[in-house]
């Protein structure tokens, strides 16, 4: 076997292999971009349910929700804060969840998985 005939043979392999390390990687991508997002979500359905937990109004616990999670560009209709103010008192659980849609960018991912994939996290916190 001669040096041209095993460039030969590389350049083949590489083709056949190529796609599948891209397919690995990019899916890569999206799961770890995926799970950044989540764990995002939970942070800030965690800090809006201790803002509102000492008393804050529905406006402020959302608005801390948006400002932890600001590179989501969520809205009010992605928030939803239970019970009303209204029925708050000491001893209440309060409850903020959060939802979001994460976009994938991998084709086949986006052919297995949902896309948008659907997030969302939920805290509980005890107002005081």
Do not use: W
Not at 41 to 46: Q, V
């Amino acid at each position: 076997m001669n040096l041209r005939d095993c460039r030969g043979q590389a350049l083949v392999e590489m083709a056949l292999i190529l796609p599948m390390l891209l397919l690995l990687i990019m899916g890569t991508l999206d799961l770890g971009h995926i799970l950044g997002d989540y764990l995002l979500l939970i942070s800030a359905s965690r800090e809006g349910a201790r803002v509102g937990a000492v008393g804050a109004s529905d406006e402020v616990i959302r608005s801390r929700v948006k400002e932890v999670a600001s590179t989501l560009g969520l809205t009010d209709d992605n928030i939803s804060v239970t019970p009303e103010e209204t029925s708050r008192h000491p001893g209440v659980a309060l409850r903020v969840r959060v939802q979001y849609e994460a976009k994938l960018f991998t084709p086949l991912l986006s052919q297995l998985l949902p896309n948008p994939f659907p997030l969302s996290a939920e805290a509980v916190m005890r107002v005081e």
